[in-house]
């Protein structure tokens, strides 16, 4: 179950990755296009998307997390479940 709950958080990821991704594109499009029309634009044209660069990345963090998070949980089911399996009796012979 815990690793479905991870590769959904993958995907969601990637998602996210290809959002951010678009994003800059899209900035670059536009100041591109706005210097193919003769606007003079600074350096500093397509910050105003900095704000949603970084709500972005700090969502992809958090997914990272919580991808580690689920990881970890897999793990401790595991080894709870090895746990509680039972052992077969071990044979020790005489000599």
Do not use: C, W
């Amino acid at each position: 179950m815990a690793r479905n709950h991870v590769e959904r958080l993958g995907e969601f990821r990637e998602i996210l990755v290809a959002t951010r991704r678009e994003g800059i594109r899209n900035v670059h499009h536009t100041r591109d296009a706005m210097r193919a029309s003769g606007f003079q634009i600074g350096d500093s044209d397509g910050s105003s998307y900095g704000a949603e660069l970084k709500a972005l990345q700090e969502e992809i963090e958090a997914v990272d997390r919580a991808i580690e998070d689920e990881k970890r949980l897999a793990l401790a089911l595991e080894s709870a479940a090895q746990s509680r399996r039972p052992t077969k009796p071990r044979i020790v012979k005489g000599t």
